[in-house]
């Protein structure tokens, strides 16, 4: 079970890849205001509980947003 403050810390997260769009590991780490030792232990819970949302790329180190889409009716 996930304590408040690792839904917290990942949905802040969570929330400057949605705004940025895509964003390098360690800009995020800056952005967040978290240590390189924090990123590491919630970057696997990021990777499964927020799949739908975002994207983490292994080679380039680049977190993206993912695209929504739109189905007209």
Known sequence: MATKTMLK???NLIGI???EGSIHKFDLIDKASISLSTYNQMKPYIEYRYKQYVRYDERTGIWSKVK???IDS
Do not use: A, F, L
Request: charged residues 35%; without cysteine.
């Open 9 to 11: 810390k990942g949905s």
């Open 17 to 19: 890849i949605q705004r």
């Open 68 to 70: 929504s889409e739109v």
